[in-house]
């Protein structure tokens, strides 16, 4: 089951703060996060395992909420190389699907100057 | 250190051809994960190979198969092409199955 993330789009004017939200209907192990520009590679952002952690990266952060199954991307004062397409990549544990990821439909975040 | 690297970066196939695309993986990193991307889409997992073996599958075909080398260099081979196999193809390396996968550059395949 593909987990489902929430805007679809976003539109920011540079040092503006967006929230991209990740919800599944199954047990999560992980949640990983990509940020991909058009025709490159997803790149890594950060991973985060089954606990309720959160992390902090400058200035983009995520929480994972292993309760209610969901994860928040949270990008503050955004700039212009913030744009592109966020991924949130969902792993399970255990059992033939491990190392699996499922990735939700995408979050197109712009920025404007 | 060197990253993943892939080839080719683009291919144009007929429909019912045969493909074969390569990945090599980050240095140190036993694992690689085959991702299909369609336009607009993220990335669906295709398979995943572990010291040469495979260690997980996703819902494609036995059309789409694969195989790790002793070095954890990686292929992906597609038989009988069909038009809906146009996409980007990513393979990802990892350090360890279920950790942080990084992503290659892709290969783009387009099936006519």
């Known amino acids: 089951q593909q987990p489902v993330q929430s805007p679809q789009a976003v539109i920011l004017r540079e040092g503006e703060d967006a929230v991209i939200n990740c919800s599944s209907s199954?047990?999560?192990?992980?949640v990983h996060w990509y940020r991909q520009k058009h025709g490159e590679a997803p790149v890594f952002l950060m991973i985060?395992?089954?606990?309720?952690e959160q992390k902090g990266h400058e200035k983009i952060s995520a929480s994972f909420n292993e309760k209610k199954q969901q994860s928040s991307l949270y990008l503050t004062a955004s700039q212009l190389s913030y744009s592109g397409t966020y991924f949130c990549?969902?792993?399970?544990?255990?059992?033939?699907?491990?190392?699996?990821?499922?990735f939700g439909q995408g979050t197109i975040l712009t920025v404007h100057p | 250190e060197t990253g993943v690297t892939q080839s080719p970066t683009h291919l144009i196939k007929t429909r019912g051809q045969q493909v074969t695309l390569r990945c090599s993986s980050q240095?140190?990193?036993?694992?690689v994960s085959w991702y299909q991307q369609a336009l607009g889409q993220g990335p669906q997992f295709i398979f995943q190979?572990?010291?040469?073996?495979?260690?997980g599958r996703g819902n494609f075909p036995p059309r789409f198969s694969g195989l790790q080398f002793p070095n954890y260099s990686s292929e992906l081979n597609v038989n009988a092409l069909e038009l809906d196999d146009s996409a980007l193809y990513l393979c990802?390396?990892?350090?360890?199955?279920?950790?942080?996968?990084?992503f290659g550059p892709g290969t783009r395949l387009l099936v006519l």
């Open positions: 990802a390396s990892s350090l360890i199955s279920g950790e942080t996968q990084y």
């Open positions: 199954k047990a999560l192990y992980s």
């Open positions: 985060l395992l089954k606990g309720g």
């Open positions: 990549g969902t792993g399970n544990a255990g059992g033939t699907s491990y190392g699996k990821l499922t």
């Open positions: 240095s140190g990193h036993n694992t």
């Open positions: 190979y572990y010291r040469e073996e495979e260690n």
